[in-house]
């Protein structure tokens, strides 16, 4: 039975998968744990005031040095699993947008290195559910 007396602290992100018409997608080695040395998707957490739509679009920029409207950003959808995330409950949002084929990209903020990768061939491990939100991806 579940104590329903005690709040679950749950933690609010959002994650970007930046597409090229060519069929590229835009990957991150993490620079920290957890999932150290992993490629994951840009993202991460919502701050105070913002959307997560909002969020999105500045952790692109921040992590890779893309830069797209909030406009453009398509909703993917929700992912929650209760162990998505070994450091605690995370919930992300995760959007969508295209860009230009041979947009120039630069690891920031808490990336290694930034890398485009064939959508239909991503890294065999991703950092979190990543390898989940790109499979979502690729059937819409």
């Known amino acids: 039975m579940t104590d329903t007396k005690t709040a679950e602290t749950i933690r609010y992100t959002a994650d970007v998968v930046a597409l090229t018409p060519d069929g590229s997608v835009l990957l991150i080695e ?46 993917i959808g929700v992912w929650d699993s209760p162990g998505r995330d070994p450091r605690g409950r995370y919930v992300t949002v995760a959007y969508a947008a295209v860009v230009p084929a ?8 808490d990336a290694r290195r930034a890398r485009w990768w064939p ?22």
């Open 30 to 75: 993490r620079g920290w744990p957890p999932y150290e040395g992993a490629w994951a998707l840009p993202g991460g957490h919502v701050d105070l005031g913002e959307t997560s739509r909002v969020a999105a679009a500045r952790e692109l920029e921040e992590e890779t040095g893309v830069r797209v409207a909030v406009d453009e950003l398509r909703q």
């Open 102 to 109: 041979g947009t120039q990209i630069v690891a920031g903020d």
């Open 119 to 140: 959508l239909s061939n991503p890294p065999e491990h991703l950092a979190f559910d990543h390898a989940e939100i790109l499979r979502a991806v690729a059937t819409s």
